[in-house]
């Protein structure tokens, strides 16, 4: 962290607070900045509607980063030097979070991502990012929950991965359920890999095919993982794939056509939840966004726009630094997706939900605690 006074401290001076989100509005994974800028959206107009913060309005301003890294960091740059933002939002995608966050830290400008589970994104080697912060659980656990149902739940004691190595989510959460899925007693028995965009992936099915594993994990990203799914049933595989969050998308359906029945993947919420807070929060979305139901996206985006609200109350002022000290301080926030506090590390500690896939809808299947 460079010293406060090194880099220049900003401070909100209009009549309104502007807050910046990075997300992919455009590319193969243009549901994800969509539903998160909904969430976002619906929060600040509640907001809004209440008198805004400390008198003044709150106000989004969106960036579209085309799902690329480069361009995460084109925009944040832009959004804190013209757009002065007091806190940015975003990203979804580790890989993009991770271009954002030095830029956040050197600037003293406070960033939250609601979404990014990669622990990288929050902490720099061994040294925890002082102005980046998360509202999501982090691959570690999510990894372990997914090893865990896989064990314990499905009772398979072979597995094959898929991962897609241009991508650091992938990479690390693929270790991740390897090291807890052995440690359980499973075996690993295929490993291979893709790139995200690859169009055919018939090649390291066919491979996978010949060591028939019960399951195989793919944590990819919705399109890849539909694409995945197709060809496989095309190969007449019939194992289930094992996923994680980067599968939520109605895209992923609109696909997959049912190639992903019987499979499972890790997320942060179901929408089948019934606890009130959860069914409260869709009936909003939905009136909002003409029927739509959130996906997790949307509504880790709402909980996380909140969580800044309530900061941005407690901040002695509005500079980088103070609001970065009010949001560090957050203490049992209530949000939809749970209740959140930061460890050390800026993570907060929360439970994952597991969704099985039946008659190409998700559905419901666990609770895990961490
Ligand atoms: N939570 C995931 C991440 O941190 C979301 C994601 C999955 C993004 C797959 C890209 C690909 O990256």
């Known amino acids: 962290t460079p010293a406060t006074g090194e880099a220049k401290v900003s401070t909100v001076t209009g009549d309104k607070i502007v807050l910046g989100h990075v997300g992919s509005l455009t590319g193969n994974e243009a549901t994800w900045g969509d539903t998160s800028d909904k969430g976002f959206k619906l929060a600040i107009e509640e907001q809004n509607k209440k008198g805004g913060i400390k008198g003044k309005k709150i106000e989004l301003k969106t960036l579209d980063d085309q799902g690329k890294p480069e361009e995460a960091a084109v925009a944040t740059t832009r959004l804190i030097t013209q757009d002065k933002v007091s806190v940015l939002l975003g990203e979804v995608a580790s890989s993009r979070s991770l271009a954002m966050a030095p830029l956040a830290e050197s600037n003293l400008v406070p960033m939250i991502s609601h979404a990014s589970t990669n622990p990288r994104v929050t902490k720099d080697g061994s040294k925890t990012r002082s102005y980046v912060f998360r509202?999501?659980?982090?691959?570690?656990?999510?990894?372990?929950?997914?090893?865990?149902?896989?064990?314990?739940?499905?009772?398979?004691?072979?597995?094959?991965?898929?991962?897609?190595?241009?991508?650091?989510?992938?990479?690390?959460?693929?270790?991740?359920?390897?090291?807890?899925?052995?440690?359980?007693?499973?075996?690993?028995?295929?490993?291979?890999s893709f790139k995200a965009g690859d169009q055919d992936f018939k090649a390291q099915l066919t491979s996978i095919k010949t060591k028939n594993p019960d399951a195989i994990y793919v944590p990819g990203y919705y399109t890849d993982v539909a694409l995945i799914a197709r060809q496989a049933r095309e190969l007449g595989m019939k194992q289930p794939l094992l996923g994680g969050d980067g599968w939520v998308s109605e895209k992923l359906f609109e696909i997959a056509k049912g190639a992903l029945d019987g499979s499972y993947f890790s997320s942060h919420y179901s929408e089948d939840d019934p606890s009130p807070v959860v069914q409260e929060f869709i009936a909003k979305y939905k009136a909002a966004y003409n029927g739509s139901i959130p996906d997790a996206y949307a509504t880790l985006g709402y909980d996380t726009a909140r969580l800044t609200f309530d900061a941005l109350e407690r901040a002695k002022d509005l500079s980088g630094p103070s609001i970065r000290d009010a949001i560090e301080a957050t203490k049992d926030f209530k949000v939809v997706t749970g209740s959140i506090s930061f460890d050390a590390d800026h993570n907060p500690v929360k439970s994952a939900v597991v969704l099985g896939i039946e008659k190409n809808k998700s559905k419901f299947a666990a609770t895990v605690a961490p």
């Open 135 to 192: 509202t999501c659980f982090i691959d570690p656990f999510q990894g372990t929950v997914m090893a865990k149902f896989t064990h314990e739940n499905l009772k398979i004691t072979k597995v094959a991965v898929l991962k897609d190595v241009g991508n650091d989510y992938s990479v690390g959460l693929s270790q991740f359920f390897t090291d807890k899925y052995k440690a359980l007693g499973g075996s690993i028995i295929a490993e291979q």
